[in-house]
Structure formats: structure tokens, C-alpha cells
């Protein structure tokens, strides 16, 4: 892992993370840190070692050409730094593939970096599927441990129980260092879940727009929305059944008002989507 040192003195930085794999149903969650770095102009500092947290078996070597070289490209974690970002502060941003094995080992890593950094925050991406409309806002639940963090940025508490993704074994790790962590998930339209979900990556930047009390560019993300959600239009106005499906999720969503639905509820519906993933293989799940 890299040093402090080489990394400089940052600004009151936070550190948001994301993995590719169980936590991350249509990429919405890996592509907002993708996103971020994108824009900021992130630069790479630090890559963990693949062969203490993978098995390419799994997650294969790419081949791949620069500068007319072929070489071998291994799939891991990275560490990118943000100074140039719109929050007044600079940003630690981890992106990578939820590990193989030694979740522990790999947890505390990136708290060694983070308390070497003097990281005040810790902020996790989620995002799963679930029984909601593409046409509809994007529901996004964000709660915290921390008593303070939830009063100072008006979280509330998860009250989930059941299995996790390498995003909560982050979270728990940085609150057993005492560093406020954050977690925050997207819920993706099921029968939209298994492609790219913008409409789900630009809801979570909005999220974090909250959270930090700042403006974060978005690019291309809300045509993307745009294009997707028209996308999914035409699938359904292409098959009734569908079309049936999507408007009965409609008409459940304005009854109750998800969009504006509680943290808990939110909750909930995760709750209700890893227990149906529960028996199956990890990796397999989420996109």
C-alpha cells in the first residue's frame, strides 16, 4: 500500500467506495465512483496486491494494448485521490471488485489508508434490486451508525439484519476505527437490473449532491438516464405483459410515495431481496 507521504496532505478528505459484484446491480454503484473520478480528474495512488484478495478464476487477467504492446492487465482495487473536486475538500475514492477471500485483511487495508490519510468520512455505494418502476424516481436510502453523522446530515439508522457485501464489511470496519461511515443504496428496477443502470448511477451522485451540501457534475449522466428510461419504454410497449407489470409497479409506488419513502422501508425491501438471494452464490448476485 502506498504512503502517506507519497500521497500529500489533503484537504478534510472523505472516502467513497464502491464495488463491482454482489453490492452493485445494474453497475449503478461502481459507476458513480467511475463517474467522480471522471470528473474530478482523479489520480491513482495505490493498487492492492490481486494476489492476496482474488481468484482469477473469477475475476480473469485482461489482455490488453498500449502503445502497441500487448500486456497483462490484472482485475483488483484502486486507490484514486480527487483534489480538484466541487466540495471544498478532497476525496479518496475506492474502486474496485468485491474480493474473493480475506475480507478482513482487505477491510483493514483500506482503513490503514484511510486513518493514514486522516479520512473524516467514510461513504459506501450500494445498490440492489428491486420491485420498483424505471419511469418512477429512483429510491435511494442512505443511514448510518453514527449518532452524530445521522443528526448532522439527517440519516437514519438501518435497522437490517442478514447477510452482507464487502460495502458493509467496509462500513463496519471504519466504524470500529472511529470513522463516521455512510451507506447508501440505489434500488434498481429487477427486470432492468442486469444492464447498466444510469437513471440508478445519476440518483446516487444526487445523493451524495445532499450529503456533502454541493454541486457534482454530471456530464452525460442525464441523457444516459434519459436514453435508458426511454430504452426500457419501448421494451415495454413492446410486450403487454410487461407493460401490465410496469404500470401495477407505477400505480404501488404513487400510492405509497416510495420516492419519499423512509430509509427503513428502503431497508426493508433489501432485506427482502438478499434473503431471495441467500442461498446463491455471492459473486452471482447484484448485477
Given amino acids: 500500500m502506498i504512503e502517506l507521504e507519497e500521497i500529500g496532505e489533503l484537504r478534510d478528505p472523505v472516502m467513497v467506495a464502491a464495488f463491482e459484484g454482489w453490492n452493485d446491480a445494474g453497475e449503478a454503484a461502481s459507476s458513480v465512483v467511475e463517474h467522480l473520478a471522471e470528473v474530478w480528474d482523479a489520480e491513482v495512488v495505490a493498487a492492492l496486491d490481486p494476489e492476496d484478495y482474488y481468484d482469477f478464476q473469477v475475476n480473469r487477467p485482461r489482455v490488453v494494448s498500449e502503445g502497441g504492446k500487448r500486456r497483462i492487465s490484472w482485475r483488483t482495487t484502486r486507490v484514486l485521490v480527487a483534489r480538484s473536486t466541487s466540495l471544498r475538500r478532497d476525496v479518496v475514492l475506492v474502486q474496485g471488485v468485491e474480493p474473493s477471500f480475506r475480507w478482513r485483511a482487505f477491510a483493514v487495508e483500506l482503513m490503514e489508508l484511510a486513518e493514514a490519510a486522516d479520512v473524516s468520512m467514510v461513504v459506501t455505494l450500494g445498490a440492489l434490486m428491486a420491485d420498483v418502476a424505471h419511469s418512477r ?3 435511494v436510502s442512505a443511514t448510518s451508525d453514527s449518532e452524530d453523522t445521522r443528526h448532522r446530515h439527517g440519516l437514519e439508522m438501518s435497522g437490517y439484519e442478514g447477510p452482507t457485501g464487502i460495502v458493509g464489511v467496509i462500513a463496519d470496519a471504519a466504524t470500529q476505527v472511529g470513522i463516521p461511515s455512510v451507506s447508501c443504496w440505489a434500488a434498481v428496477p429487477h427486470y432492468a437490473g442486469h444492464s447498466p443502470s444510469p437513471k ?21 449522466l442525464d441523457e444516459d438516464a434519459r436514453a435508458w428510461e426511454r430504452g426500457i419504454n419501448e421494451l415495454a ?22 420516492p419519499e419513502a423512509s430509509g427503513d422501508a428502503i431497508a426493508k425491501e433489501f432485506e427482502r431481496y438478499l434473503r431471495r438471494r441467500g442461498s446463491e452464490d455471492p459473486g452471482q448476485a447484484g448485477g
Avoid: M, N, W
Fill in 237 to 258: 410497449e413492446s410486450d403487454s405483459e410487461v407493460a401490465e407489470y410496469v404500470e401495477s409497479l407505477e400505480e404501488a409506488q404513487d400510492t405509497a410515495e416510495l
Fill in 200 to 220: 440508478a448511477t445519476l440518483a446516487l451522485v444526487g445523493r451524495l449532491e445532499e450529503l456533502f451540501d454541493a454541486p457534482i457534475e454530471h456530464g452525460e
Fill in 137 to 139: 424516481p429512483i429510491p
